[in-house]
């Protein structure tokens, strides 16, 4: 999974963040972390970016996260015990997660509530519908041959 550093840069100065360097910073590890296809939680990013820019804030870390993944840059995954953690992903691409509530495996889904039925859901309350989140707890086969 490639992503680059200036696509996410163009995005958060468009969505109006400064380039700052820590953000900069930000934005080089998570490109880092989707070429080798790792997961990530927003303390963990936090941790990694402070060995390059030492006075970055929390705060400013878990904002910039919810802006890349506002933007579609970042795949938010739920568990079980309500922790998350954040996958890059191509802007524009959809999936889903199925986890396991006992190792925290992740697997990508592609299937999806069908989209009338999301859009008949929505109307039923008078909703103009503008998105959706779909996650699938369970255990997984590992974990169940171990029980
Ligand atoms: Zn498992």
Redo the contacts with the bound molecule.
């Keep these: 999974m490639e992503i680059s550093v200036e696509a996410m840069l163009d995005a958060m100065n468009q969505a109006g963040l400064r380039l700052t360097k820590p953000r900069r910073a930000l934005a080089a590890q998570v490109a880092d972390w989707a070429h080798a296809d790792q997961d990530f939680t927003a303390d963990g990013l936090w941790h990694a970016v402070r060995e390059h820019a030492p006075d970055v804030g929390r705060a400013t870390v878990f904002r910039t996260v919810e802006v890349l993944a506002e933007l579609g840059f970042l795949d938010r995954i739920s568990f079980a015990d309500g922790s998350e953690r954040y996958h890059a992903i191509a802007p524009g691409t959809h999936h889903h997660h199925l986890t ?1 509530e ?2 925290h ?1 992740v697997v990508d889904v592609s299937a999806c509530v069908a989209p009338d039925v999301l859009r008949q859901i929505a109307l039923q309350a008078g909703f103009d519908l503008s998105g959706h989140r779909v996650e699938i707890f369970g ?2 086969p ?2 169940r041959d171990q029980a």
């Design positions: 396991c006992q190792c495996r255990r997984c590992t974990c």
